[in-house]
């Protein structure tokens, strides 16, 4: 697809639970980005790839939350013992790296998670 | 510490109406300044200035950046009921990569 795609858009778990959210960035695009938003707040930043490494993890709450990027292209973020607070929008964006346009984000439509 | 202020945090206007929206901002390394349309989850990509004092402009949508008192306007002119959105503003600086956003503002046209 031309956009970058997000599954599933919708995760209700239990708290205490493992999840994983998945991230499709556009074709071609090196950079990757996961935000959290919660409800009337704008996108937090959690994590950025370059390729295949985390360069900037500096986002990430705690160590329940973790994010991977194999080969460089999908990426997944992993969220264990799972908690009520962790509810929000998980948005991803990719871009083509670099600086000035080359680096405007592109986002995909999130993953709702519910920890109920 | 880095932060992003959008004003006002909502708005309604009738259709027909103008609107401009602000954003202040004080990022240490300031690159670019981009605003976002969010109608329900993916923020879409509107605008992203780097240079002060040169407008942007998207149909009826423009946008201007002032580097020395820090802040950007986004004006929406003849406004429609598509328009009603979230609208956020992020500033990123040339160290690392990550954008900092405001909190919004919403708006919301009425017919």
């Known amino acids: 697809g031309a956009g970058v795609s997000q599954t599933p858009s919708n995760k209700v778990t239990e708290k205490g639970k493992y999840v994983e959210l998945r991230c499709d960035p556009i074709s071609g695009h090196t950079a990757l980005y996961w935000y959290r938003q919660s409800l009337g707040q704008g996108p937090e930043f959690l994590i950025y790839f370059q390729g295949t490494g985390a360069a900037d993890d500096s986002g990430l709450p705690n160590d329940r939350f973790f994010a991977v990027r194999p080969e460089g292209s999908v990426s997944t973020l992993k969220i264990q013992r799972t908690e009520r607070g962790d509810s929000a929008v998980y948005l991803c964006?990719?871009?083509?790296?670099?600086?000035?346009?080359?680096?405007?984000?592109?986002f995909g439509p999130g993953t709702r998670l519910t920890v109920l | 510490e880095d932060k992003v202020v959008q004003s006002p945090l909502s708005l309604v206007v009738h259709e027909g109406d103008t609107v401009t929206l602000n954003c202040s901002y004080e990022?240490?390394?300031?690159?670019?300044l981009l605003w976002y349309k969010q109608e329900k989850k993916a923020p879409t990509f509107l605008f992203m200035l780097?240079?002060?004092?040169i407008e942007k402009k998207s149909g009826r949508l423009s946008s201007i950046l002032d580097k020395k008192e820090l802040f950007s306007i986004l004006n929406i002119t003849a406004t429609q009921t598509g328009d009603s959105a979230v609208y956020l503003c992020?500033?990123?600086?040339?160290?690392?990569?990550?954008?900092?956003f405001g909190t919004g503002t919403s708006l919301t046209v009425i017919p």
């Open positions: 990022v240490t390394n300031f690159r670019s």
């Open positions: 780097t240079s002060s004092g």
């Open positions: 992020a500033v990123e600086p040339n160290t690392g990569n990550q954008f900092y």
């Open positions: 964006a990719s871009s083509l790296g670099g600086g000035g346009a080359l680096n405007t984000q592109y």
